[in-house]
Protein backbone atom coordinates (compact mmCIF):
# COMPACT_ATOMS: atom_id res chain seq x y z
CA UNK A 1 0.00 0.00 0.00
CA UNK A 2 1.26 3.78 -1.01
CA UNK A 3 2.19 5.72 2.05
CA UNK A 4 2.91 9.03 2.83
CA UNK A 5 6.19 10.57 4.16
CA UNK A 6 6.19 12.97 6.70
CA UNK A 7 8.90 14.33 8.90
CA UNK A 8 8.49 15.17 12.20
CA UNK A 9 9.37 18.76 13.78
CA UNK A 10 11.37 19.79 16.52
CA UNK A 11 12.62 22.74 18.23
CA UNK A 12 16.06 24.05 17.48
CA UNK A 13 16.46 25.49 20.75
CA UNK A 14 15.32 23.19 22.46
CA UNK A 15 17.66 20.64 20.86
CA UNK A 16 20.94 22.74 21.40
CA UNK A 17 19.87 23.18 24.84
CA UNK A 18 20.37 19.49 25.50
CA UNK A 19 23.08 18.74 23.27
CA UNK A 20 25.29 21.37 25.11
CA UNK A 21 23.79 19.41 28.43
CA UNK A 22 24.16 15.62 27.41
CA UNK A 23 27.08 15.85 25.28
CA UNK A 24 26.04 13.84 23.14
CA UNK A 25 24.68 13.06 19.33
CA UNK A 26 22.61 15.76 17.83
CA UNK A 27 20.17 13.00 16.29
CA UNK A 28 19.77 11.23 20.14
CA UNK A 29 18.87 15.28 21.16
CA UNK A 30 16.49 15.59 18.77
CA UNK A 31 14.89 12.27 19.34
CA UNK A 32 14.31 13.41 23.21
CA UNK A 33 13.05 16.71 22.38
CA UNK A 34 10.35 15.05 19.87
CA UNK A 35 9.42 13.23 22.80
CA UNK A 36 9.13 16.10 25.28
CA UNK A 37 12.56 16.23 26.94
CA UNK A 38 13.81 19.07 27.56
CA UNK A 39 16.21 19.29 30.04
CA UNK A 40 18.96 17.14 31.92
CA UNK A 41 16.92 16.08 34.41
CA UNK A 42 14.34 14.81 32.43
CA UNK A 43 16.94 13.12 30.04
CA UNK A 44 18.52 11.17 33.19
CA UNK A 45 14.42 10.05 34.41
CA UNK A 46 14.00 8.99 31.08
CA UNK A 47 17.64 6.76 30.44
CA UNK A 48 17.72 5.98 33.94
CA UNK A 49 14.38 4.70 34.92
CA UNK A 50 14.12 3.42 39.04
CA UNK A 51 10.96 2.71 41.26
CA UNK A 52 11.83 6.36 42.94
CA UNK A 53 10.13 7.99 39.99
CA UNK A 54 7.16 6.77 40.74
CA UNK A 55 4.64 9.00 42.21
CA UNK A 56 2.80 8.96 46.03
CA UNK A 57 -0.17 6.72 44.87
CA UNK A 58 -1.76 8.91 48.10
CA UNK A 59 -1.88 11.80 45.29
CA UNK A 60 -4.89 10.32 43.71
CA UNK A 61 -8.29 11.61 44.85
CA UNK A 62 -10.39 8.78 46.79
CA UNK A 63 -7.11 6.48 47.56
CA UNK A 64 -7.32 7.58 51.74
CA UNK A 65 -10.86 6.76 51.66
CA UNK A 66 -10.24 3.43 49.52
CA UNK A 67 -7.27 2.28 51.66
CA UNK A 68 -9.48 2.84 54.94
CA UNK A 69 -12.74 1.02 53.38
CA UNK A 70 -10.94 -1.98 52.08
CA UNK A 71 -8.70 -2.00 56.01
CA UNK A 72 -12.33 -1.89 57.60
CA UNK A 73 -13.89 -5.04 55.59
CA UNK A 74 -11.26 -7.00 56.55
CA UNK A 75 -11.43 -6.06 59.91
CA UNK A 76 -14.75 -7.12 60.06
CA UNK A 77 -13.76 -10.31 57.66
CA UNK A 78 -16.73 -9.08 55.24
CA UNK A 79 -16.53 -10.61 52.08
CA UNK A 80 -14.58 -8.48 48.92
CA UNK A 81 -15.59 -8.80 45.40
CA UNK A 82 -13.10 -8.23 42.68
CA UNK A 83 -14.74 -6.86 39.44
CA UNK A 84 -12.70 -6.77 36.43
CA UNK A 85 -13.33 -6.68 32.56
CA UNK A 86 -12.39 -9.45 29.72
CA UNK A 87 -9.68 -8.16 28.19
CA UNK A 88 -5.94 -7.85 28.90
CA UNK A 89 -5.97 -5.16 30.94
CA UNK A 90 -8.94 -6.19 33.25
CA UNK A 91 -8.18 -9.35 33.55
CA UNK A 92 -4.50 -8.51 34.55
CA UNK A 93 -5.75 -6.22 37.16
CA UNK A 94 -8.12 -8.44 39.03
CA UNK A 95 -5.01 -10.97 38.80
CA UNK A 96 -2.73 -7.96 40.40
CA UNK A 97 -5.37 -6.85 42.93
CA UNK A 98 -6.38 -10.08 44.25
CA UNK A 99 -3.22 -12.00 44.07
CA UNK A 100 -2.09 -8.91 46.32
CA UNK A 101 -4.99 -9.58 48.96
CA UNK A 102 -5.19 -13.26 49.01
CA UNK A 103 -1.76 -13.07 50.48
CA UNK A 104 -2.90 -12.14 54.27
CA UNK A 105 -7.06 -12.88 53.41
CA UNK A 106 -9.42 -15.51 53.01
CA UNK A 107 -13.03 -13.92 52.57
CA UNK A 108 -12.34 -12.86 48.34
CA UNK A 109 -13.03 -13.41 44.98
CA UNK A 110 -13.50 -12.54 41.73
CA UNK A 111 -15.89 -11.89 38.90
CA UNK A 112 -15.26 -11.20 35.13
CA UNK A 113 -18.09 -10.84 32.65
CA UNK A 114 -18.89 -12.88 30.05
CA UNK A 115 -18.06 -10.79 26.91
CA UNK A 116 -21.44 -12.23 24.90
CA UNK A 117 -23.78 -13.28 27.78
CA UNK A 118 -23.04 -9.90 29.53
CA UNK A 119 -21.36 -7.31 27.39
CA UNK A 120 -18.28 -4.71 28.66
CA UNK A 121 -18.04 -3.25 32.17
CA UNK A 122 -20.20 -3.98 35.09
CA UNK A 123 -23.18 -6.12 34.78
CA UNK A 124 -26.67 -6.55 36.05
CA UNK A 125 -26.05 -10.30 36.58
CA UNK A 126 -22.30 -9.45 38.45
CA UNK A 127 -24.74 -7.16 40.93
CA UNK A 128 -27.38 -9.77 41.51
CA UNK A 129 -24.94 -12.53 42.51
CA UNK A 130 -23.17 -10.19 44.88
CA UNK A 131 -25.93 -9.62 46.68
CA UNK A 132 -27.27 -12.91 46.63
CA UNK A 133 -23.45 -14.24 48.27
CA UNK A 134 -23.41 -11.81 50.90
CA UNK A 135 -20.68 -9.37 48.82
CA UNK A 136 -20.17 -6.39 51.33
CA UNK A 137 -17.63 -5.12 49.15
CA UNK A 138 -16.92 -4.89 45.15
CA UNK A 139 -13.82 -3.07 43.73
CA UNK A 140 -13.84 -2.45 39.79
CA UNK A 141 -11.09 -2.65 37.55
CA UNK A 142 -10.80 -1.19 34.14
CA UNK A 143 -14.47 -0.09 34.19
CA UNK A 144 -17.26 1.23 36.61
CA UNK A 145 -16.74 4.82 36.01
CA UNK A 146 -19.85 5.40 33.51
CA UNK A 147 -21.98 2.41 35.82
CA UNK A 148 -23.80 4.88 36.97
CA UNK A 149 -27.42 2.67 38.01
CA UNK A 150 -25.75 -0.34 38.69
CA UNK A 151 -23.83 1.14 41.34
CA UNK A 152 -26.89 2.72 42.23
CA UNK A 153 -28.38 -0.56 42.91
CA UNK A 154 -25.64 -1.71 44.72
CA UNK A 155 -26.01 0.47 47.13
CA UNK A 156 -28.97 -0.14 47.76
CA UNK A 157 -28.11 -3.59 49.18
CA UNK A 158 -25.86 -2.01 51.35
CA UNK A 159 -22.59 -2.82 49.02
CA UNK A 160 -20.16 -0.58 49.43
CA UNK A 161 -18.28 0.09 46.05
CA UNK A 162 -14.23 1.27 44.87
CA UNK A 163 -14.03 2.14 41.37
CA UNK A 164 -10.44 2.12 39.56
CA UNK A 165 -11.25 3.52 35.92
CA UNK A 166 -9.00 5.11 33.79
CA UNK A 167 -11.59 5.59 31.22
CA UNK A 168 -12.94 9.26 30.63
CA UNK A 169 -15.61 10.10 33.22
CA UNK A 170 -18.91 11.01 31.97
CA UNK A 171 -21.00 14.39 33.16
CA UNK A 172 -22.51 11.86 35.89
CA UNK A 173 -20.63 9.80 38.19
CA UNK A 174 -21.71 6.74 40.16
CA UNK A 175 -22.25 6.89 43.55
CA UNK A 176 -19.27 4.86 44.63
CA UNK A 177 -17.57 5.47 48.19
CA UNK A 178 -14.36 5.86 46.38
CA UNK A 179 -13.19 6.56 42.57
CA UNK A 180 -9.79 6.25 41.96
CA UNK A 181 -9.55 7.56 38.09
CA UNK A 182 -6.60 10.50 37.25
CA UNK A 183 -8.90 11.97 34.58
CA UNK A 184 -11.46 13.32 37.40
CA UNK A 185 -11.50 16.84 37.04
CA UNK A 186 -10.20 17.40 40.81
CA UNK A 187 -7.66 14.35 40.46
CA UNK A 188 -4.34 16.47 40.98
CA UNK A 189 -2.33 12.99 40.79
CA UNK A 190 0.31 14.27 37.94
CA UNK A 191 -0.10 11.40 35.75
CA UNK A 192 -3.50 11.19 33.85
CA UNK A 193 -2.72 7.85 31.55
CA UNK A 194 -2.27 4.89 33.79
CA UNK A 195 -4.23 1.86 32.31
CA UNK A 196 -6.82 0.43 34.60
CA UNK A 197 -3.92 -1.92 36.24
CA UNK A 198 -1.69 0.51 36.96
CA UNK A 199 -4.58 1.92 39.07
CA UNK A 200 -4.86 -1.35 40.67
CA UNK A 201 -1.06 -1.16 41.69
CA UNK A 202 -1.49 2.38 42.74
CA UNK A 203 -4.12 0.62 45.24
CA UNK A 204 -2.42 -2.00 46.40
CA UNK A 205 0.87 -0.08 46.32
CA UNK A 206 -1.08 2.54 48.95
CA UNK A 207 -2.73 -0.60 50.89
CA UNK A 208 0.55 -1.69 51.53
CA UNK A 209 2.15 1.58 52.58
CA UNK A 210 -0.25 2.18 55.16
CA UNK A 211 -0.26 -1.31 56.75
CA UNK A 212 3.61 -2.09 56.67
CA UNK A 213 3.45 -4.93 54.13
CA UNK A 214 6.32 -5.67 52.09
CA UNK A 215 7.69 -4.53 48.48
CA UNK A 216 7.84 -8.09 47.43
CA UNK A 217 3.82 -8.42 47.59
CA UNK A 218 3.45 -5.30 46.17
CA UNK A 219 5.85 -6.23 43.12
CA UNK A 220 4.65 -9.91 42.81
CA UNK A 221 2.92 -9.73 39.43
CA UNK A 222 5.04 -6.61 38.16
CA UNK A 223 5.28 -8.10 35.26
CA UNK A 224 1.63 -8.49 34.59
CA UNK A 225 1.23 -4.49 35.37
CA UNK A 226 3.52 -4.21 32.22
CA UNK A 227 1.75 -6.30 30.11
CA UNK A 228 -1.61 -4.77 30.53
CA UNK A 229 0.15 -1.48 29.61
CA UNK A 230 1.90 -2.91 26.32
CA UNK A 231 -1.65 -4.55 25.77
CA UNK A 232 -4.12 -1.67 26.47
CA UNK A 233 -1.60 0.82 24.13
CA UNK A 234 -1.57 3.93 26.44
CA UNK A 235 1.14 6.23 26.11
CA UNK A 236 4.42 4.91 27.08
CA UNK A 237 5.58 7.91 28.98
CA UNK A 238 6.17 9.12 32.63
CA UNK A 239 4.98 6.19 35.13
CA UNK A 240 3.59 4.60 32.25
CA UNK A 241 7.03 4.01 31.39
CA UNK A 242 8.43 3.46 34.81
CA UNK A 243 6.44 0.87 34.99
CA UNK A 244 7.26 -0.99 32.03
CA UNK A 245 10.50 -0.81 33.02
CA UNK A 246 10.16 -2.20 36.15
CA UNK A 247 8.05 -5.12 34.94
CA UNK A 248 10.04 -6.11 32.07
CA UNK A 249 13.02 -6.31 34.17
CA UNK A 250 10.68 -8.56 36.72
CA UNK A 251 10.12 -10.71 33.06
CA UNK A 252 13.07 -11.65 31.76
CA UNK A 253 15.25 -12.11 35.61
CA UNK A 254 12.04 -13.38 37.94
CA UNK A 255 9.52 -13.76 35.70
CA UNK A 256 6.22 -14.16 37.59
CA UNK A 257 4.84 -18.47 37.00
CA UNK A 258 2.12 -17.52 34.93
CA UNK A 259 4.24 -15.30 32.66
CA UNK A 260 7.16 -17.71 32.52
CA UNK A 261 4.41 -20.62 31.34
CA UNK A 262 3.19 -18.29 28.37
CA UNK A 263 6.68 -17.83 27.34
CA UNK A 264 6.95 -21.04 27.06
CA UNK A 265 4.17 -21.95 25.19
CA UNK A 266 4.74 -18.66 22.80
CA UNK A 267 8.21 -20.02 22.06
CA UNK A 268 9.83 -17.08 23.13
CA UNK A 269 13.71 -17.76 23.80
CA UNK A 270 15.35 -14.29 24.19
CA UNK A 271 14.37 -11.82 26.77
CA UNK A 272 10.88 -9.86 26.30
CA UNK A 273 10.35 -6.66 24.74
CA UNK A 274 7.21 -4.48 24.90
CA UNK A 275 6.40 -6.00 21.57
CA UNK A 276 6.47 -9.58 22.69
CA UNK A 277 4.26 -8.37 25.45
CA UNK A 278 1.32 -7.65 22.81
CA UNK A 279 2.18 -10.19 19.98
CA UNK A 280 2.51 -12.91 22.32
CA UNK A 281 1.34 -12.54 25.76
CA UNK A 282 -1.81 -10.13 24.73
CA UNK A 283 -3.35 -12.34 21.93
CA UNK A 284 -3.50 -15.38 24.20
CA UNK A 285 -5.24 -13.68 26.95
CA UNK A 286 -7.07 -12.17 25.22
CA UNK A 287 -8.42 -15.16 23.21
CA UNK A 288 -9.53 -16.40 26.36
CA UNK A 289 -12.27 -13.67 26.09
CA UNK A 290 -12.98 -13.81 22.81
CA UNK A 291 -13.52 -17.78 22.31
CA UNK A 292 -14.74 -18.58 25.72
CA UNK A 293 -14.25 -17.16 29.10
CA UNK A 294 -11.53 -15.05 30.36
CA UNK A 295 -11.59 -16.18 33.64
CA UNK A 296 -9.57 -18.60 32.47
CA UNK A 297 -7.06 -15.84 32.22
CA UNK A 298 -7.35 -14.58 35.45
CA UNK A 299 -7.06 -18.70 36.81
CA UNK A 300 -3.74 -18.44 35.05
CA UNK A 301 -2.86 -15.17 36.64
CA UNK A 302 -3.25 -16.06 40.07
CA UNK A 303 -2.12 -19.96 39.52
CA UNK A 304 1.56 -20.22 41.73
CA UNK A 305 2.22 -24.12 40.92
CA UNK A 306 3.91 -23.75 37.73
CA UNK A 307 2.73 -26.99 36.35
CA UNK A 308 -0.79 -26.08 37.01
CA UNK A 309 -0.04 -22.69 34.76
CA UNK A 310 1.22 -24.75 32.27
CA UNK A 311 -1.77 -26.34 31.60
CA UNK A 312 -3.86 -23.60 31.62
CA UNK A 313 -1.44 -21.89 29.22
CA UNK A 314 -1.86 -24.29 26.85
CA UNK A 315 -5.66 -23.87 27.01
CA UNK A 316 -5.20 -19.88 26.22
CA UNK A 317 -2.74 -21.05 23.36
CA UNK A 318 -5.64 -23.57 21.89
CA UNK A 319 -7.99 -20.84 22.02
CA UNK A 320 -5.77 -18.26 20.33
CA UNK A 321 -5.37 -20.90 18.17
CA UNK A 322 -8.84 -21.64 17.26
CA UNK A 323 -9.27 -17.56 16.95
CA UNK A 324 -6.52 -17.23 14.66
CA UNK A 325 -8.49 -19.82 12.30
CA UNK A 326 -11.76 -18.21 12.70
CA UNK A 327 -9.90 -14.76 12.31
CA UNK A 328 -8.57 -15.99 8.36
CA UNK A 329 -11.74 -17.42 7.44
CA UNK A 330 -13.47 -14.41 8.31
CA UNK A 331 -11.30 -11.72 7.08
CA UNK A 332 -11.42 -13.67 3.52
CA UNK A 333 -15.23 -13.34 3.59
CA UNK A 334 -14.98 -9.65 4.66
CA UNK A 335 -12.23 -9.08 1.58
CA UNK A 336 -14.54 -10.72 -1.06
CA UNK A 337 -17.72 -8.70 0.27
CA UNK A 338 -15.54 -5.60 0.06
CA UNK A 339 -14.29 -6.54 -3.44
CA UNK A 340 -18.17 -7.31 -4.54
CA UNK A 341 -19.21 -4.59 -3.92
CA UNK A 342 -18.99 -2.25 -7.52
CA UNK A 343 -19.41 1.00 -5.31
CA UNK A 344 -16.09 -0.09 -2.93
CA UNK A 345 -13.52 2.54 -5.17
CA UNK A 346 -15.81 5.47 -4.45
CA UNK A 347 -16.15 4.87 -0.41
CA UNK A 348 -14.69 6.35 2.18
CA UNK A 349 -15.93 4.08 4.91
CA UNK A 350 -16.05 0.18 4.99
CA UNK A 351 -18.95 -1.35 7.12
CA UNK A 352 -19.45 -5.37 6.31
CA UNK A 353 -22.55 -7.26 7.70
CA UNK A 354 -22.58 -11.47 8.09
CA UNK A 355 -24.81 -13.01 10.75
CA UNK A 356 -23.00 -15.80 11.09
CA UNK A 357 -19.30 -14.27 12.11
CA UNK A 358 -17.93 -14.85 15.49
CA UNK A 359 -18.48 -11.96 17.46
CA UNK A 360 -14.99 -12.55 19.27
CA UNK A 361 -12.98 -11.84 16.22
CA UNK A 362 -14.89 -8.96 14.43
CA UNK A 363 -12.29 -6.22 16.22
CA UNK A 364 -9.45 -7.92 14.49
CA UNK A 365 -11.15 -8.63 11.23
CA UNK A 366 -11.96 -4.34 11.16
CA UNK A 367 -7.68 -4.12 11.89
CA UNK A 368 -7.25 -6.42 9.59
CA UNK A 369 -9.58 -4.36 6.63
CA UNK A 370 -8.05 -1.35 7.43
CA UNK A 371 -4.39 -3.33 6.70
CA UNK A 372 -6.03 -3.44 3.04
CA UNK A 373 -7.96 -0.44 2.78
CA UNK A 374 -6.87 2.34 5.13
CA UNK A 375 -10.40 4.17 5.72
CA UNK A 376 -12.90 4.03 8.90
CA UNK A 377 -13.80 0.37 9.46
CA UNK A 378 -17.27 -1.52 10.65
CA UNK A 379 -17.09 -5.14 11.13
CA UNK A 380 -21.01 -6.38 12.44
CA UNK A 381 -22.17 -10.00 12.84
CA UNK A 382 -25.65 -10.95 14.97
CA UNK A 383 -25.94 -11.56 18.46
CA UNK A 384 -29.68 -11.96 20.11
CA UNK A 385 -31.55 -10.73 17.58
CA UNK A 386 -29.66 -8.05 17.21
CA UNK A 387 -26.77 -6.43 15.30
CA UNK A 388 -23.54 -6.06 16.71
CA UNK A 389 -19.65 -5.44 16.08
CA UNK A 390 -16.49 -3.50 15.96
CA UNK A 391 -15.70 -0.53 15.25
CA UNK A 392 -11.52 0.66 14.15
CA UNK A 393 -10.57 4.06 12.89
CA UNK A 394 -7.44 5.69 11.24
CA UNK A 395 -5.88 8.98 12.06
CA UNK A 396 -8.05 12.19 10.91
CA UNK A 397 -11.48 10.67 11.98
CA UNK A 398 -12.44 10.38 15.62
CA UNK A 399 -14.64 7.30 15.74
CA UNK A 400 -16.67 7.85 18.73
CA UNK A 401 -17.53 11.10 17.43
CA UNK A 402 -18.70 9.68 14.05
CA UNK A 403 -20.97 6.79 16.12
CA UNK A 404 -22.51 9.88 18.19
CA UNK A 405 -23.71 11.18 15.00
CA UNK A 406 -25.88 8.56 14.37
CA UNK A 407 -26.98 7.91 17.86
CA UNK A 408 -30.83 8.11 17.23
CA UNK A 409 -29.93 5.18 14.97
CA UNK A 410 -27.96 3.23 17.47
CA UNK A 411 -29.12 1.24 20.13
CA UNK A 412 -26.21 0.81 22.36
CA UNK A 413 -22.15 2.29 21.36
CA UNK A 414 -19.06 3.39 23.18
CA UNK A 415 -15.47 3.35 22.67
CA UNK A 416 -12.79 5.94 21.93
CA UNK A 417 -10.70 7.81 19.44
CA UNK A 418 -9.72 4.71 17.38
CA UNK A 419 -12.15 1.64 18.44
CA UNK A 420 -15.72 0.99 19.23
CA UNK A 421 -18.24 -1.48 19.99
CA UNK A 422 -22.14 -0.63 18.44
CA UNK A 423 -25.31 -2.35 18.53
CA UNK A 424 -28.20 -1.74 16.05
CA UNK A 425 -31.64 -3.12 14.98
CA UNK A 426 -31.81 -4.64 11.99
CA UNK A 427 -34.10 -2.13 10.21
CA UNK A 428 -31.68 0.36 10.76
CA UNK A 429 -28.66 -1.12 9.22
CA UNK A 430 -29.00 0.30 5.91
CA UNK A 431 -29.94 4.07 7.13
CA UNK A 432 -26.82 3.89 9.76
CA UNK A 433 -24.46 2.39 6.58
CA UNK A 434 -25.43 5.43 4.57
CA UNK A 435 -25.05 8.06 7.36
CA UNK A 436 -21.75 6.88 8.61
CA UNK A 437 -20.00 6.94 5.21
CA UNK A 438 -21.59 10.68 4.78
CA UNK A 439 -19.48 11.49 7.65
CA UNK A 440 -16.61 9.90 7.29
CA UNK A 441 -16.56 11.47 3.54
CA UNK A 442 -17.27 15.49 5.43
CA UNK A 443 -14.78 14.35 7.35
CA UNK A 444 -11.71 13.18 5.25
CA UNK A 445 -9.87 14.52 2.38
CA UNK A 446 -8.87 12.19 0.05
CA UNK A 447 -5.20 12.29 1.07
CA UNK A 448 -6.01 11.42 4.18
CA UNK A 449 -6.81 7.66 3.39
CA UNK A 450 -3.85 6.88 2.51
CA UNK A 451 -1.22 5.93 5.71
CA UNK A 452 0.97 8.05 6.76
CA UNK A 453 4.45 7.36 8.25
CA UNK A 454 6.15 9.70 10.40
CA UNK A 455 9.91 10.08 9.81
CA UNK A 456 11.73 11.22 12.64
CA UNK A 457 15.22 12.17 11.81
CA UNK A 458 17.41 12.02 8.51
CA UNK A 459 20.72 11.11 8.63
CA UNK A 460 23.49 9.41 6.65
CA UNK A 461 24.56 5.99 6.88
CA UNK A 462 27.68 7.34 8.49
CA UNK A 463 25.80 7.96 11.81
CA UNK A 464 24.74 4.32 12.14
CA UNK A 465 27.43 2.36 14.52
CA UNK A 466 27.74 0.24 17.39
CA UNK A 467 27.96 3.66 19.65
CA UNK A 468 24.70 5.48 18.47
CA UNK A 469 22.75 1.98 18.72
CA UNK A 470 23.95 2.02 22.17
CA UNK A 471 22.24 5.10 23.03
CA UNK A 472 18.78 3.79 20.87
CA UNK A 473 18.59 0.93 22.55
CA UNK A 474 17.82 3.19 25.87
CA UNK A 475 15.04 4.78 23.98
CA UNK A 476 13.10 1.69 25.01
CA UNK A 477 10.49 0.06 26.01
CA UNK A 478 8.75 1.57 23.09
CA UNK A 479 4.71 2.78 22.58
CA UNK A 480 2.63 5.75 21.95
CA UNK A 481 4.14 9.05 22.89
CA UNK A 482 7.77 6.75 22.40
CA UNK A 483 7.53 4.91 19.24
CA UNK A 484 10.49 3.07 17.65
CA UNK A 485 12.76 5.90 15.84
CA UNK A 486 12.23 6.08 12.12
CA UNK A 487 14.90 7.54 9.98
CA UNK A 488 15.47 8.30 6.60
CA UNK A 489 18.53 8.45 4.26
CA UNK A 490 18.71 9.04 0.75
CA UNK A 491 20.76 8.50 -1.98
CA UNK A 492 21.07 4.76 -1.46
CA UNK A 493 22.31 2.38 -3.65
CA UNK A 494 22.77 -1.73 -3.66
CA UNK A 495 26.21 -3.03 -3.02
CA UNK A 496 27.91 -4.70 -5.58
CA UNK A 497 24.79 -5.90 -6.48
CA UNK A 498 24.25 -7.94 -3.50
CA UNK A 499 20.91 -7.71 -2.50
CA UNK A 500 18.30 -10.54 -3.34
CA UNK A 501 14.82 -12.06 -2.63
CA UNK A 502 14.14 -14.28 -0.05
CA UNK A 503 11.24 -16.96 0.19
CA UNK A 504 9.90 -15.47 -3.03
CA UNK A 505 8.57 -11.96 -0.82
CA UNK A 506 11.12 -10.56 1.35
CA UNK A 507 14.27 -8.63 0.60
CA UNK A 508 17.66 -9.28 1.95
CA UNK A 509 19.64 -6.16 1.18
CA UNK A 510 23.18 -4.71 1.49
CA UNK A 511 23.26 -1.43 0.81
CA UNK A 512 26.10 1.65 0.50
CA UNK A 513 25.81 5.14 1.05
CA UNK A 514 28.25 7.28 -1.02
CA UNK A 515 30.45 4.69 -1.60
CA UNK A 516 31.29 4.15 2.15
CA UNK A 517 29.40 2.82 4.55
CA UNK A 518 27.93 -0.57 3.74
CA UNK A 519 24.94 -1.69 6.44
CA UNK A 520 22.97 -4.85 5.92
CA UNK A 521 18.47 -4.51 5.56
CA UNK A 522 15.87 -6.89 5.48
CA UNK A 523 12.83 -5.81 4.25
CA UNK A 524 9.83 -7.79 4.48
CA UNK A 525 6.80 -8.54 1.97
CA UNK A 526 8.65 -5.98 -0.35
CA UNK A 527 9.72 -8.36 -3.34
CA UNK A 528 8.13 -5.67 -5.66
CA UNK A 529 10.60 -3.13 -4.99
CA UNK A 530 13.60 -5.51 -6.26
CA UNK A 531 13.76 -3.58 -9.66
CA UNK A 532 13.76 -0.24 -8.54
CA UNK A 533 16.82 -1.55 -5.76
CA UNK A 534 18.34 -3.20 -8.61
CA UNK A 535 18.21 -0.45 -11.61
CA UNK A 536 21.58 1.52 -10.75
CA UNK A 537 20.01 4.43 -9.78
CA UNK A 538 20.18 5.84 -6.44
CA UNK A 539 16.63 5.52 -3.97
CA UNK A 540 15.87 6.45 -0.52
CA UNK A 541 14.50 4.52 2.72
CA UNK A 542 12.98 4.54 5.72
CA UNK A 543 13.77 2.03 8.63
CA UNK A 544 14.42 1.12 11.72
CA UNK A 545 18.09 0.05 13.19
CA UNK A 546 18.27 -3.25 15.54
CA UNK A 547 20.88 -5.68 16.32
CA UNK A 548 20.98 -8.98 14.08
CA UNK A 549 22.36 -12.30 15.90
CA UNK A 550 23.33 -14.83 13.31
CA UNK A 551 25.52 -17.74 14.26
CA UNK A 552 26.48 -15.81 17.93
CA UNK A 553 27.67 -12.99 15.72
CA UNK A 554 26.04 -9.51 16.56
CA UNK A 555 25.58 -6.91 13.62
CA UNK A 556 23.81 -4.04 13.18
CA UNK A 557 20.86 -4.31 10.53
CA UNK A 558 18.14 -1.76 8.80
CA UNK A 559 14.46 -3.15 9.00
CA UNK A 560 13.03 -1.52 6.31
CA UNK A 561 9.76 0.29 6.06
CA UNK A 562 9.65 1.59 3.01
CA UNK A 563 11.79 2.06 -0.10
CA UNK A 564 11.10 5.12 -3.03
CA UNK A 565 13.17 5.91 -5.98
Known amino acids: MQKRWAL???????????QKELKINRTICILLAQRGITTFSEAKKFFRTTEEHLYDPFWMKGMNTAVQLIHDHIQHQNKILIYGDYDVDGTTSVAVVYSFFKNFYEYLSFYIPHRFNEGYGLSYKAIQEAIANDIKLIITLDCGIKSVSLIEEARKHEIDVIVCDHH????LLPD???ILNPKQIDCEYPYKELCGCGIGYKLITAYAQEHAIGAPFVNENIDLVATAIAADIVPIQDENRTLSVLGLAKANHNPSVPLKALKQIGKLEKEFTITDLVFIIAPRVNAAGRMDDAKKAVNLFIEKDENKAKLLAEELH??????????????????DQILSNENN??????????????????????????????????????????????????????????LNQC???????????????????????DPFKKRFED?????LESHQLVPEVEIDCEIDFDSVNPKFLALLKQF????????RPIFKTQGVFDFNAQSMLVKEKHLKLVLTQNGSTVLNAIAFNMADKLNLIKNNKPFQILYHIEENTWRNQTSIQLKIIDIRQ
Do not use: C
Open 168 to 171: LPGD
Open 407 to 429: ADLLETYGGHYYAAGLTLEKKNL
Open 8 to 18: KTYDESIVDTL
Open 176 to 178: ANA
Open 476 to 483: APHGPENM
Open 345 to 402: AILKSTIVYEPHWHKGVVGIVASRLIDHFYRPTIVLTESNGKISGSARSIKGFNLFDG
Open 318 to 335: QDNNERKDIDKSTTEEAL
Open 439 to 443: IVSNT
